[in-house]
Structures are given as C-alpha cells and as structure tokens.
C-alpha cells in the first residue's frame, strides 16, 4: 500500500516468465480514513474499508463490489480479517453511539451478525487489527496498559 497526496492506493507486482518483478500496477484508489487491506488467504482478492463500507476488489479484474454500506448497516467497517472459511470475512465496526464489535458476512454478502460486541467501557479495544480462525477473535484490549485478549464468538 502506498499512500500519496493523502489518498492511500494498492499495487500489485508481478513475476516476469523469467522470475523478475513486473512494473507495479495500481489496482484500487481508496479515501482517506480507509484501513490496512486485508487480503484473501488465495491473494485473488482484497477487503478494502473506504469510509463508510467494506469492499472486495478481485486483484486480477479490479472490478469492486461493497459487501457492507455502512450507511445502511447501522455500523461502519474499519478493519477486517479472513477467518478460515474463506466465504466469511470479519470487520471491526462503529455504530452510531461509538460502540466498537466485532462482526461477520458472508463474503458473497448479506446481513452482518455481530459476533463480539465491546460494550464494556473499562476494556476497549482501541487498535483496529486483530485475527480470527474462525472460532476466536484475537484482539488487543487496552486502558493505559495494552493486553492481548481471546474471545470466543457467538454461533
């Protein structure tokens, strides 16, 4: 990702036939505010955040297609990580009274299901990154102190 004029964009490189690296090629523009991309365990695809969706671009065509409209979900994406079903994705999520959760869709799209609500103020998670199998959700939860927490997900 390289991030130019305030405006963050993606490149892919290529290998040659012969093993050299490809000239860079820009595959997507993103707005600013837009998170870390989250590539696809294949590399065919990538989940961008731009304010206020989650979007997946495939690499290969560039053509992009938004899976969650924050503007209609009730809570806007800022980070998310494959899990290992590759036809679910998961995203770190405001919602309109600044509450952070964690939550899950389909790839092919559909209705989120919050799967990790934060509502605890005394432990917030005030990075954006974290991981999941699938099962867990690895997260950092921080006060003045930062620690590293596991939750299990509601089925």
Do not use: C, Q
């Given at each position: ?10 490149y892919?490189?290529?290998?040659t ?8 090629h820009?595959?997507?523009n ?10 696809s365990?294949d590399g065919r695809?990538?989940f961008?955040t ?6 997946l ?8 297609r938004?899976?969650?409209?924050g503007?209609?979900a009730?809570?806007?994406?800022d980070y ?5 079903d ?7 999520a405001?919602?309109a009274?600044?509450q952070i ?6 790839v ?5 299901q919050?799967?990790?609500p934060m509502n605890d103020?005394?432990?917030t ?6 991981a999941?199998d699938g ?7 921080a006060?003045?102190e ?5 939750a299990?997900?509601?089925r």
């Open positions: 990702m390289s991030i130019e004029s305030g405006r963050r964009e993606v892919i490189v290529d290998r036939v012969d093993g050299a690296w490809g000239a860079p820009k595959i997507t993103l707005a600013r505010g837009s998170s870390a991309p989250a590539w365990p695809f990538i961008l731009p304010d206020p969706t989650l979007t671009v495939d690499v290969r065509s560039h053509a992009a938004v899976v969650v409209d503007r209609t009730g809570h806007v994406p998310s990580a494959w899990g290992s590759p036809l679910l994705v998961y995203n770190r405001v919602d009274s600044r959760g964690f939550w899950r869709v389909p092919a799209g559909g209705t989120p919050l799967v990790l103020s005394a432990r998670t005030r990075r954006p990154e974290f999941s099962k867990r959700i690895y997260f950092t939860v006060n003045d930062a620690e590293v927490w596991i299990a997900l509601r």
